[in-house]
Structures are given as C-alpha cells and as structure tokens.
C-alpha cells in the first residue's frame, strides 16, 4: 500500500536559516510527489511537484525538491526561510486508483521561524 | 482561475440538523475529491468523483453524503453529525486525462465545522 512518511513532527530554524523537511515514500512504481504548504485555518496550497524527470524540481516561494529513488525520498529545502514560512508542510504521493488518483499525505512537519 | 470555492467558511450544526458543504471549480477538472482534517493531523480522503461519478468512497459513515450535480460543483450532505465530526472539510479538484504533468490536485480553503 501507499505511504508518506514524515519524520520530523517539528522543525524550529531562525529566521536566514536553511531548511530541509524530510519525507519518503512507499509506493511501488513511479510516484507522483508533492509538498503543500497549509497556514492555520487555511486550505492547502501546492508548494512543487516530481513527476518525472529531471529529480531536482523548483517550486514556489523558493522552495526546491530533490527525488531519490534509491532512497524513496522526496526533501523539501530551501537556502534562506523567511518568517512568514512558518506554517505546516505536508509531503503527499499521488497514487492511480479505480480509473482516478487518490492523495495520500504524510503526517506534516510544523515549522516554526525564529526571528 | 485557479480557485476552488468552498462555501460557507464556519457551519455550527446540531445533531439532529440537516446541512450541506458546498464546492466549486471552473478549471474544466474532472476529478474532485472531500477531505476531512482534524487539528494537528493530516487531511484524510473521504470521497472521489471522476467525471461526476463516485470512484472512491473511503469507507465513510452513510450521515455523509456527497453529491456531484455537474462537473463544476460538489457537494457534502450532513445529517445526523456526531461531535467528533467536528473538523476542517477540505475539497479539491484535479485534472484527469491530461497526463501526469496535471496530476496536482487544488484545494478550496476548507470548510470548519463545529457539530454541537
């Protein structure tokens, strides 16, 4: 069965720090990857997506993703946080399932910015 | 436009009341999707529909039913809640059929619930 794996409940780094959240996978052909990113109260919005490819994948805010198979890792970083990425990150695989996809996401990593 | 459209924002019902969520996506998606999030956790599928027909029920008590009346529109029948219902409903929609580069699904700002 699909799975997502998020190690880290939570992450604290000051603020100019570089960040990397952690996420694998189980999935037992080629996934479809995503990082969202979801503020208190708020929907989820898409940070990146790997589908295939080239395995670095460049996403919004800065933020970059690198796909590794061996490792079934799918790392979210980024070189310098801002205050305002504080929020949660959610690592999810996109699995095809009866002739549609299903979403599955990881537990979430809660991030937190010193300033 | 890039917007999934949850409507209302905030619902407080009663146990024995009768509500309904409501969705909305003009991206031609075909594929659209209810999520229901808890504090602190991730959101967790309830149901699927791929071109307005109901692919994936995960197993959801029958006091939810969703309803797709065209491909645009989306909606989640309450009846009969029980307090741990309470939550953020999320709803979503993908493109299908246009290959894996349009696989991402969109969400709507959630819908929170308090069952009372």
């Known amino acids: 069965a699909q799975s997502v794996t998020q190690p880290d409940i939570h992450i604290t780094v000051s603020e100019g720090a570089s960040l990397e959240l952690r996420c694998n996978y189980s999935?037992?052909?080629?996934?479809?990857l995503f990082w969202y990113v979801q503020s208190p109260g708020q929907g989820l919005q898409l940070l990146l997506k790997y589908f295939s490819g080239d395995t670095l994948v460049q996403g919004i805010k800065g933020f970059e993703a690198e796909f590794k198979r061996s490792q079934s890792s799918f790392n979210l970083r980024k070189p310098s946080v801002h205050w305002s990425d504080a929020a949660e990150y959610f690592c999810a695989v996109g699995a095809p399932t009866s002739g549609t996809y299903k979403y599955i996401f990881g537990t979430g990593t809660r991030l937190k910015v010193l300033a | 436009d890039t917007e999934v459209t949850q409507t209302p924002k905030h619902l407080v019902m009663g146990m024995t009341n009768k509500k309904s969520l409501k969705c909305e996506q003009h991206?031609?998606?075909?594929?659209m999707y209810w999520y229901k999030q808890k504090a602190k956790k991730p959101p967790e599928l309830m149901f699927v529909y791929s071109y307005e027909k109901l692919s994936i029920n995960e197993s959801v008590p029958s006091r939810f039913s969703p309803e797709c009346p065209n491909s645009s529109l989306l909606n989640l029948h309450l009846h009969a809640l029980q307090p741990e219902d309470s939550a953020l409903y999320l709803c979503a929609s993908s493109q299908e059929g246009g290959g894996a580069s349009n696989t991402e699904a969109f969400f709507g700002q959630g819908t929170r619930l308090t069952v009372v």
């Open positions: 991206m031609g998606h075909r594929a």
């Open positions: 999935y037992g052909a080629t996934p479809y």
